[in-house]
Structures are given as structure tokens and as C-alpha cells.
């Protein structure tokens, strides 16, 4: 009886002893980092063994061999492994102690995982400019991070629905990276950009819009003498063919309209003593400079 009392304890010390020190995992999780690719994050506490990592690609165990990994899950920590799968997969985690990695009865109650993450943002954009330098459009961005993306496609509409003018490579850089295009665009018209972001799976993200002026909008002008007797003339520096001007008083009434053809320089003549605003008025963009005048006679 003593020997039997003896085996009996033995045998309830190792199970204790077994399931104190059997791995706890806390939570796991998969996402999609591709269109086969998926990543594994296993978090663990307690316990001094190994966790065997089944991973199914279908949804039911029992269809297939599953591919077996396995860690070392020693005290408190996290551990991820990255598998291929042509198909949702199904992952089951086995904790044992005592057991050849890859081997053993488990030591806890498995656990599943199944229905992935979203995963992390492909491109995270940081700064995005676009800037008119004669008839091109300079296009300066950077990325604060990239994660299995693929390309850019840089994106422009003048009229009526945005349209590709080109496609750059992204560099994947974890870090970020910068970037550059050169857009000739000699339009009067203003023109939007933005940027369609497109992840390896075909997933895709567009940036915010970026408006730049056409060619000539704007333009500034000069009106001498001002303060003016009466007459005065003013002179564009940069004529378009159809500009128009708008002489304003004190009222905020219209007094005078004049279009501007084939010529940089009008006279403003017989004005009433008083101050004025001069609006020059781009008729193809809407595009407005103004000016005041100061009439002393």
C-alpha cells in the first residue's frame, strides 16, 4: 500500500509540476502581409516548454497535413512566424512541456486562430507637394512607412475625371522613403493631383488632392502713378487673351469694365477722385489680383 501511495503522489506531483510549468498563451493573431503571405503573432506567459504551431491551409483541420513549427515559450513573451497559404488558413497552437519541439500531448487546452487581421497600412504618406515651375509640375512626397507595397500611380485631371500620367515602383523601406515625378503640363487651367497608393494584393489607397494653377494665372501688375491726378496706366506682366478688368470704388459698385486683348498695358483714365480697387480677372482659370488706387484730384 505504501509503494502504491508512494506512485500515486508521484504520479499527482508530476502532473502538477507539468501543468505548472505548461505555457499560457494570452492571445494570437495572423494578418495578410501579401496575396499567399501571412504573419503570426503568438503572445505567452508562465510555464517553461515549447508551443507547437499547427498551421492548416483550409478551414478544416481534418483536410489536410498541416505544415508544424514550433518555439521555446520560456516565461513572459511574444513570437511570430510567416507562412504561405493559397487559402484562408486555420492555425492551432499546441503548448507542451517535457517533449521534443514539434512533439508531445498538450500540456493546456489548445488554442485556434482563424479569420485574419486586416494587417498594417501598406503606404503611410507623409508630406505631398505639387508645385508649378513654368510648364512643369514638380511632385515632391515622402513615406513615413511601407509594408509589402507595390506602386504609385501618379494621378492628374484638368476637366473632367482623373487619369494615370505615370507610375513609380515603391521601394518597400520599412523606414519611408522620398520621392519625386516631373509632370509637363503647360494647361491654364488648374489641375489636381493625387496619389493612388497600391498594396501587392491589388488593395489601394488614394492621397489628398493637390491643386496647382495653370500656366500665367495670377499674374501680377503694376498701376503708375499711384496715388494717380486722374489717369494713370496699368500694365500686366505676363498677358493672357482673355483677361479682363474691373475697376471697383469705395461702394463695392463696378464703374468700369475693360477686356484686355493683344496687349500687356491700358490706360485709367477720367476717374473720380476717390479710392479705388483695380481686379484683374483671368477669364479662363477665375483667377484674381487686385490692387488698390488712389485717385487725388
Not at 55 to 76: L, Q
Not at 100 to 115: D, E, I, L, W
Request: charged share 15%.
Amino acid at each position: 500500500m505504501k509503494k502504491i501511495s508512494l506512485l500515486l503522489t508521484t504520479l499527482v506531483l508530476s502532473a502538477t509540476l507539468a501543468m505548472a510549468q505548461c505555457p499560457q498563451i494570452t492571445s494570437a493573431q495572423f494578418i495578410r502581409t501579401g496575396i499567399t503571405s501571412y504573419s503570426l503573432t503568438v503572445n505567452y506567459t508562465g510555464g517553461n516548454g515549447n508551443i507547437n504551431v499547427m498551421i492548416f491551409c483550409a478551414t478544416n483541420p481534418t483536410s489536410g497535413i498541416p505544415d508544424v513549427r514550433c518555439f521555446a515559450a520560456n516565461g513572459t513573451g511574444s513570437n511570430t512566424i510567416n507562412f504561405n497559404c493559397f487559402i484562408e488558413p486555420l492555425v492551432i497552437l499546441v503548448p507542451t512541456v517535457n517533449a521534443p519541439c514539434g512533439q508531445g500531448a498538450p500540456c493546456s487546452t489548445p488554442y485556434f486562430v482563424s479569420n485574419p487581421g486586416a494587417g498594417p497600412v501598406p503606404i503611410k504618406l507623409g508630406a505631398f507637394y505639387a508645385n508649378r515651375d513654368g510648364n512643369q509640375i514638380k511632385l515632391l512626397w515622402e513615406s513615413q512607412t511601407e509594408i509589402n507595397a507595390e506602386r504609385y500611380q501618379i494621378e492628374r485631371k484638368i476637366d473632367r475625371d482623373f487619369e494615370v500620367v505615370a507610375e513609380i515602383d515603391a521601394t518597400n523601406n520599412i523606414a519611408g522613403s522620398n520621392y519625386s515625378y516631373t509632370d509637363v503640363n503647360p494647361t491654364v487651367a488648374t489641375s489636381q493631383y493625387r496619389l493612388k497608393m497600391i498594396d501587392l494584393d491589388g488593395t489601394y489607397s488614394f492621397s489628398e488632392i493637390r491643386a496647382v494653377k495653370g500656366v500665367g494665372t495670377g499674374t501680377d501688375f503694376s498701376i503708375f502713378p499711384n496715388p494717380s491726378s486722374g489717369t494713370s496706366r496699368l500694365t500686366i506682366t505676363d498677358i493672357t487673351p482673355s483677361t479682363e478688368v474691373q475697376v471697383v470704388d469705395h461702394a463695392g459698385r463696378i464703374v468700369r469694365t475693360i477686356r484686355m486683348n493683344n496687349t500687356n498695358s491700358i490706360e485709367l483714365s477720367n476717374l473720380q477722385k476717390g479710392m479705388y480697387m483695380i481686379r484683374v480677372i483671368n477669364k479662363e482659370t477665375g483667377a484674381v489680383v487686385t490692387r488698390k488706387l488712389s485717385v487725388v484730384n
